[in-house]
Nanobody, 122 residues
């Protein structure tokens, strides 16, 4: 059983910062690309940022220059540093990862965290 557990959400004023963290745990052989998505009320889930195992990143234009994604391959963790937060960043943020579970055929399966709420007040 593989789980992704997020932490770090909360309430912050406009212009403030938050750091989200996500750890993959369980019976894991390897973890591939990890990322963060978000879903605001009444909107579809959207990609925020991804990072590959070699550290290559992709960041949505809406957060470029404000958000930074990073990872620790040894710890199966991914973090999202969010600076200069704006009310439009308010959403539930979800961690996502491609994982090869241990003891199974070598293929990547997609896993999601339960989500963590980020609220930015104006």
């Amino acid at each position: 059983q593989v789980q992704l557990v997020e932490s770090g959400g909360g309430l912050v004023q406009s212009g403030g910062s938050l750091r989200l963290s996500c750890t993959a745990s369980g019976n894991i052989f390897t973890v591939g690309t990890m990322g963060w998505y978000r879903q605001a009320p009444g909107r579809q889930r959207e990609l925020v940022a991804t990072i590959t195992t070699d550290g290559s990143t992709s960041v949505a234009d809406s957060v470029k220059g404000r958000f930074t994604i990073s990872r620790d391959n040894a710890q199966f963790t991914v973090a999202l540093q969010m600076n200069s937060l704006q009310p439009e960043d308010t959403a539930v943020y979800y961690c996502n990862a491609g994982v090869v579970p241990g003891g199974q055929k070598y293929r990547f399966l997609e896993f999601w965290g339960q989500g963590t709420l980020v609220t930015v007040s104006s």
